[in-house]
């Protein structure tokens, strides 16, 4: 019976990336089958994580963000939790040997948003390592499972993808963060001031990133690389809306992809990739 439990739990995973993410759930459908449980269930548990410091205004955040550490650990060092989300969390955490001090630097990056609303430099790299790159680093545990060497030589561009990533939330989100959370992540931006020139400094600083990312994304194993390829041209079709975009408009919308334009992304990646044109 604990398979059907363990698979229960890689299941409630998989409903939380559903449904707070078409774009990662369509990356992590084209995976090969291995990996798709255990990255489901890192999503689901950072997707956790992320909502306590993010969406529950009117409950004690920081008690309940100390009780998930809590029960994260917990959960880690038992091997079994009764939350479904830290029990497949966990499994995957000792399976592929995924260090502590990533999953320190995640939720030490949650809890600094219950403290900081600005982020100035130091503390801005900080936060973009905890809240992104490292969970671009737990997905490379998985990808080179026992495979340190491989690990260690994508190291540096999964967390440049991460890095984009998250730079590219900041710039999507910006309204939201600053009107229902105060927050401003961006070093010497004032939100109330955001101009072009700051919006094309920070675009350049992602362009650096996604060039460095792009070169380990093909190197990556193959049952992985078409996932996380498609999950870069999304974000990259995001970037180009933005850049398109001035401050202004940034500042009052949530820019986004449309559906119909993901699905056209599934396919014509899964093309450039059966053709081996990445």
Same mark, same amino acid.
């Given at each position: ?7 229960? /739990?890689?299941? /409630?995973?998989?409903?939380?990336? $559903? ?71 966990? =499994?995957? !955490? ?9 999953? #320190?630097? &995640? ?13 100035? #430099? ?16 737990? /997905? ?29 939330? &900041? ?46 994304? !093909?190197?990556?194993?193959?049952? =992985? ?11 990259? $079709? ?8 001035? =401050? ?27 053709? $081996?044109?990445?």
């Amino acid at each position: 019976m604990m398979k059907l439990y363990n698979q229960t /739990c890689v299941e /409630c995973s998989q409903l939380v990336t $559903n449904r707070y993410s078409t774009s990662f759930s369509l990356g992590i459908r084209v995976f090969d089958k291995k990996y798709r449980s255990p990255i489901y269930s890192i999503y689901g548990f950072v997707r956790f994580a992320d909502e306590i410091v993010d969406t529950f205004h009117d409950f004690p955040k920081e008690e309940l963000l100390q009780q998930f550490k809590k029960d994260t650990y917990e959960a880690i060092d038992r091997g079994i939790s009764l939350n479904p989300i830290l029990h497949s969390f966990q =499994a995957v !955490v000792r399976e592929f040997g995924i260090e502590r001090d990533l999953i #320190d630097a &995640f939720l030490d990056s949650m809890e600094m948003d219950l403290h900081f609303d600005r982020y100035q #430099d130091s503390l801005y790299k900080k936060y973009i390592y905890g809240s992104a790159e490292v969970v671009g680093l737990m /997905c490379l545990k998985v990808f080179f499972a026992g495979d340190d060497k491989g690990y260690q030589h994508l190291k540096d561009s999964a967390q440049s993808l991460g890095s984009a990533f998250q730079k590219i939330n &900041f710039l999507r989100d910006m309204k939201s963060d600053f009107a229902e959370r105060g927050r401003v992540y961006f070093p010497g931006v004032d939100f109330n001031n955001f101009t072009n020139e700051d919006k094309e400094r920070i675009e350049a600083d992602i362009k650096a990133d996604f060039d460095h990312a792009y070169t380990g994304i !093909v190197q990556l194993p193959e049952g =992985a690389r078409l996932g996380v390829f498609l999950a870069y041209r999304y974000y990259i $079709n995001l970037f180009k809306k933005i850049k398109h975009s001035t =401050a202004a408009r940034v500042k009052q919308e949530r820019i986004r992809v449309n559906d119909s334009r993901k699905m056209y992304l599934l396919f014509s990646s899964a093309v450039k990739h059966r053709l $081996n044109l990445l």
